[in-house]
């Protein structure tokens, strides 16, 4: 059974910085890509930040420049780096795992339970 576990949200006001980490049950190199989304009230989530298995990275172009993705392979972690972060950054941040094993049309997807971060002006 696959697990996604969050952390790292947060109170920060604008311009200031949060790491988020989402540990995984088990070796993140099973799933084919993990990556970040994100929900404000009312809104659809969003993708926020991509990370394939081979190491290529895709960011919403709200994001690009401010944060960042990166993996530890060694702990079985997917970060999310946040700096220069806005009001407009305020949502619950979900981790994402995507698994192609079973259908390239129509990947498994497996979801943490959301952390929140709360950017003040």
């Known amino acids: 059974q696959v697990q996604l576990v969050e952390s790292g949200g947060g109170l920060v006001q604008a311009g200031g910085s949060l790491r988020l980490s989402c540990a995984a049950s088990?070796?993140?190199?099973?799933?084919?890509?993990m990556g970040w989304y994100r929900q404000a009230p009312g809104k659809q989530r969003d993708m926020v930040a991509t990370?394939?298995?081979?190491?290529?990275?895709t960011y919403a172009d709200s994001v690009k420049g401010r944060f960042t993705i990166s993996r530890d392979a060694t702990k079985n972690t997917v970060y999310l780096q946040m700096n220069s972060l806005k009001p407009e950054d305020t949502a619950v941040y979900y981790c994402?795992?995507?698994?192609?094993?079973?259908?390239?049309?129509?990947?498994?997807?497996?979801w943490g339970q959301g952390t929140q971060v709360n950017v003040s002006s």
């Open positions: 990370l394939t298995s081979g190491g290529t990275t």
């Open positions: 088990g070796s993140i190199f099973r799933f084919n890509a």
């Open positions: 994402n795992a995507r698994d192609y094993s079973a259908s390239i049309a129509y990947p498994t997807h497996y």
